[in-house]
C-alpha cells in the first residue's frame, strides 16, 4: 500500500543514499591511491663488499650485497659474485713474490663490471690469507711478507676502499666459518615459534662448523661443557642479544693436501727402494715426487731423512681398508692432558648438535654422491661407497670422469678416507652421531666459508644487542588500523540504523 505524501521523504533518502555512494566509492579510491603510492618500490640502496679468500690452494674473489637500511638485521647480505683467481694460491708465488699481486688483476676487474662505479669508492675490500701462508710464514718469513705487500700494491690500486691484507690465525679461520653458516641458517636471530621449539625439546640452536681446507682444518661449534680446562680453544660471542660459548680448534697440516704430504713423508720413513705401492691411489695409478723440496714443508720437516734417490715412484694399489690403517696413523692419541681430547693432545669437549660440513668436505662428498639431503646417509653406506670407489681401476676412473682435473680426480680416494679418518679416528664421531654431519656447499645464493663472517664482523654488521624493533612492520600496523577503523564504522553505523531505523526502512513502508 502506498501512503501519500510519502514521495518527497523517498527523494531525500535516496538522495542520502546516493551521497553515501558517492562518499564510498571516492573513499576507496582513495584507499586504492594511497596504497599504491605507498607501496611503490623504492629506489633500491644497495651497499657492496668484497672479501678475497687467499687458501693454500688457489684464491677466491667474493662479492657481497645487502640493503643499505637493512644492514643489521640477519640474513639480508648475500654473495652475488665468485670469481677464481687462476693459478696457484697467494702462497704458491714465494719464488716470485712480485707476480702474487697482479694474479689478481682478472677477478678484481670483474669485480668492478658487478659494483655500479659509482659505488666502487665506498666498497670495502678485504684480502685473508690462511694456511697456505701460515705455512710459507713459518718457512720463510721474508718471503710471506713480500708475498703479501705484493697483492697490498695491486689492490690498493684497486678503485675500491682497501681495508687489509693479512694473514688470518686459525682462531678467525674457525670462528668465522661458524657465524658465516648460522648467519645464513637464521639461527642468530630466531621467530617466535622457532625459539619456542628450540627451548622445549632442548635442541641446539646453533650449528657447528667443519672446515677442511687443503693445509688446515677447523672443528667450532657451541659446547655447554667448555670448562677452562684450554683456554686457547675458547671464545666467547654476544650477538643480536645472546651469549654464545664457542669451542675451536684449527690444525694446522691437516688440511687434506698437506695430510697426503704427511703420509707420504711416514711412508718415506720405511721404504727400501725408490717405488713405493701406496693403497691410497688407484690400481694402475703413478705419480713421481721430488724427494729435494719434500721436507722443506713445515709439515714433513720433522720427518726429514737421508735418502738414497732424489725421486719416489709411487703406484697406487687401491686398498680403502689398507689406506685407512696408514692414514689413522697421523691421529696420535696416545696422550691427553685434558678431560677428552681429538688428537694430538688437542682438548675436545663433547660433541654436541648439528654440524656443516663444507669447503673440501663438501667437495669429496659432492663428488662422490655422499651429500644427500635432508636425510644424510649411514655411515656404513658412505664407507662401503668409498671402498669400491678405491677399488675402481685408475684407467677407469679416469675415462668415466674425464672432465674433472687429474689432480682432483687421482686423490678422491684418499681425501674420502682421509675425511673419514678425521672424522671418526680424530673427532670420534660415530654411526649415530654422523647423521649430525650436513655437507654444505651453499647456503641459499653464498658458499659456506669463512669470508662472508670476517665481512660481517670488520664492517660491525652484526650488533651485539637485538636492535629495539616496533612489534608489527609497517605494513602490518597500516593495514590493522584500516581494519579495525572499518570494523568501527560498520558497528556505528550498524549500531546508528538499529535505533534510528530511518522510515524508509520501517516495515511497510516499501
Ligand atoms: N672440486 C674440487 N674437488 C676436490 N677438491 C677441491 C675442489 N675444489 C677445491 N678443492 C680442494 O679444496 C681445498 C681448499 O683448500 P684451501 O681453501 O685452498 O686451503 P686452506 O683453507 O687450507 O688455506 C684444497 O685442497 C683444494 O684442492
Ligand atoms: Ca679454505
Redesign the pocket.
Known amino acids: 500500500m502506498l501512503v501519500t505524501g510519502t514521495k518527497p521523504k523517498m527523494s531525500s533518502t535516496r538522495t542520502i543514499l546516493l551521497i553515501l555512494g558517492f562518499l564510498s566509492t571516492l573513499a576507496v579510491i582513495a584507499l586504492i591511491a594511497v596504497a599504491v603510492t605507498q607501496n611503490k618500490p623504492l629506489p633500491r640502496n644497495i651497499k657492496y663488499g668484497i672479501v678475497l679468500?687467499?687458501?693454500?690452494?688457489?684464491t677466491?674473489l667474493y662479492v657481497y650485497e645487502w640493503p643499505a637500511e637493512k644492514e643489521n638485521d640477519t640474513g639480508v647480505v648475500k654473495q652475488v659474485e665468485v670469481c677464481k683467481v687462476e693459478g696457484p694460491?697467494i702462497s704458491g708465488y714465494s719464488h716470485a713474490t712480485e707476480e702474487a699481486g697482479p694474479s689478481l688483476a682478472q677477478c678484481l676487474q670483474q669485480a668492478k663490471e658487478v659494483i655500479p662505479s659509482a659505488q666502487h669508492k665506498e666498497t670495502p675490500v678485504y684480502l685473508g690469507?690462511?694456511?697456505?701462508?701460515?705455512l710459507l710464514r713459518l718457512q720463510n718469513k721474508s718471503a710471506a711478507d713480500k708475498v703479501l705487500s705484493s697483492v697490498e700494491n695491486t689492490l690498493r690500486l684497486a678503485p675500491f676502499n682497501f681495508q687489509g691484507a693479512r694473514i688470518i690465525t686459525g682462531q678467525e679461520?674457525g670462528a668465522y666459518g661458524w657465524i658465516t653458516i648460522n648467519y645464513l641458517l637464521g639461527n642468530f636471530k630466531q621467530s617466535g615459534w622457532k625459539k619456542l621449539l628450540h627451548s622445549l625439546t632442548s635442541l641446539s640452536e646453533t650449528s657447528g662448523a667443519l672446515?677442511?681446507?687443503?693445509?688446515?682444518?677447523q672443528i667450532t661449534f657451541v659446547s655447554k661443557d667448555l670448562s677452562l680446562e684450554s683456554p686457547e680453544n675458547q671464545l666467547y660471542f654476544r650477538l643480536y642479544g645472546k651469549d654464545y660459548q664457542v669451542y675451536t680448534h684449527s690444525f694446522l697440516c691437516y688440511?687434506?693436501?698437506?695430510a697426503l704430504q704427511q703420509k707420504l713423508a711416514r711412508d718415506l720413513q720405511t721404504v727400501e727402494s725408490s717405488s713405493l705401492l701406496d693403497p691410497c691411489f688407484h690400481q694402475g695409478y703413478q705419480r713421481t715426487i721430488n724427494i729435494s723440496d719434500f721436507f722443506k714443508n713445515p709439515c714433513t720437516s720433522d720427518k726429514k731423512k737421508e735418502l738414497p734417490f732424489r725421486q719416489l715412484y709411487i703406484e697406487g694399489e687401491g686398498d680403502y681398508q689398507k689406506c685407512r690403517e696408514n692414514i689413522q696413523t697421523l691421529f696420535n692419541k696416545t696422550h691427553c692432558p685434558y678431560s677428552s681430547c681429538s688428537f694430538n693432545g688437542i682438548y675436545l669437549p663433547p660433541l654436541q648438535g648439528d654440524f656443516g660440513a663444507f669447503?673440501?668436505f663438501y667437495?669429496?662428498m659432492?663428488?662422490l654422491n655422499l651429500t644427500s639431503e635432508p636425510h644424510p646417509l649411514a655411515l656404513n653406506k658412505v664407507t662401503s661407497t668409498i671402498e669400491s670407489f678405491c677399488a675402481r681401476p685408475w684407467q677407469e676412473v679416469k675415462t668415466a670422469y674425464h672432465h674433472?682435473?687429474e689432480?682432483?680426480l687421482s686423490?678422491?680416494c684418499f681425501?674420502g678416507a682421509y675425511i673419514l679418518s678425521l672424522l671418526e679416528n680424530g673427532y670420534e664421531f660415530t654411526e649415530e652421531n654422523w647423521q649430525m654431519i650436513h655437507f654444505l656447499g651453499k647456503i641459499g645464493s653464498s658458499d659456506a666459508?669463512w669470508t662472508l663472517g670476517y665481512m660481517l664482523n670488520l664492517t660491525n654488521m652484526i650488533p651485539a644487542e637485538e636492535p629495539a624493533e616496533p612489534p608489527l612492520s609497517h605494513g602490518s600496523y597500516v593495514g590493522l588500523m584500516v581494519l579495525c577503523s572499518l570494523v568501527l564504522v560498520s558497528v556505528l553505523l550498524f549500531a546508528w540504523l538499529l535505533f534510528h531505523k530511518p522510515k524508509c526502512l520501517q516495515k511497510g513502508i516499501v
Open positions: 679468500d687467499a687458501g693454500s690452494s688457489h677466491n694460491g690469507a690462511t694456511a697456505g701462508m701460515r679461520e672446515d677442511l681446507g687443503g693445509a688446515s682444518t688440511g687434506k693436501d698437506q669447503s673440501a667437495f669429496v659432492n663428488f674433472i682435473k689432480k682432483y686423490e678422491y681425501s666459508g
